[in-house]
């Protein structure tokens, strides 16, 4: 019965991880090209942390999640 949990905790994490990569995309560390650049210390900057640290998140998630259900099914 436990196995159920870790695969439906597995599936939402993976699912809310994807959700956010679908909605802000990789980081740009990740992504091919050319990053991003905005002035020290100006709204853009913390704009382009702030959208980087959500795509970090949601990387995170879906990997995990991702994993979870691996080993809730094996």
Do not use: C, N, R, T
């Amino acid at each position: 019965m436990s196995e159920f949990w870790i695969i439906a905790l597995g599936l939402g994490m993976a699912f809310h991880g994807l959700l956010i990569l679908w909605v802000g995309g990789l980081p740009h560390a990740l992504s091919p090209g050319e990053s991003p650049s905005a002035e020290k210390g100006s709204p853009e900057a913390f704009g382009l942390f702030w959208l980087d640290q959500y795509s970090y998140i949601g990387l995170v998630l879906s990997l995990a999640g991702l994993g979870l259900v691996v080993w809730g099914i094996l």
